[in-house]
């Protein structure tokens, strides 16, 4: 069955950075678009950033947009998630989700456990 396991999670200071990783497994990566959502204490489930199959195209929501980067390793199945100049409104739980084959981000399936994500003084 699909699994989807991040890390790379922690505490950090404001301006600090993290990258965070997903290990996928149970279906063909490299067929699917990927995304990262997060949900922050008491909010709604946010998407944050999401990536085309090939990794050719990615979208970011306008609070991260030039402060994260997304990517993604087919042959170790891997998606990433770089973030810098992070700030205490990233704080949240940070999830990567399989999205629908090709381009479609925008389709959200299965999550992982998540990885806590701390930005504070």
């Known amino acids: 069955q699909v699994q989807l396991v991040e890390s790379g999670g922690g505490l950090v200071h404001p301006g600090g950075s993290l990258r965070l990783s997903c290990a996928a497994s149970?279906?063909?990566?490299?067929?699917?678009?990927m995304s990262w959502v997060r949900q922050a204490p008491g909010k709604r489930l946010e998407w944050v950033s999401g990536?085309?199959?090939?990794?050719?195209?990615?979208g970011y929501t306008d609070s991260v947009r030039g402060r994260f980067t997304i990517s993604r390793n087919n042959a170790e199945k891997t998606l990433y998630l770089q973030m810098n100049s992070l700030k205490p409104e990233d704080t949240a739980v940070y999830y990567c989700?399989?999205?629908?084959?090709?381009?479609?981000?925008?389709?959200?399936?299965?999550r992982g456990q998540g990885t806590q994500v701390t930005v504070s003084p």
């Open positions: 989700t399989r999205g629908g084959r090709g381009f479609r981000w925008d389709e959200f399936h299965e």
């Open positions: 149970g279906f063909t990566f490299g067929s699917f678009a």
């Open positions: 990536i085309q199959d090939q990794g050719t195209g990615t």
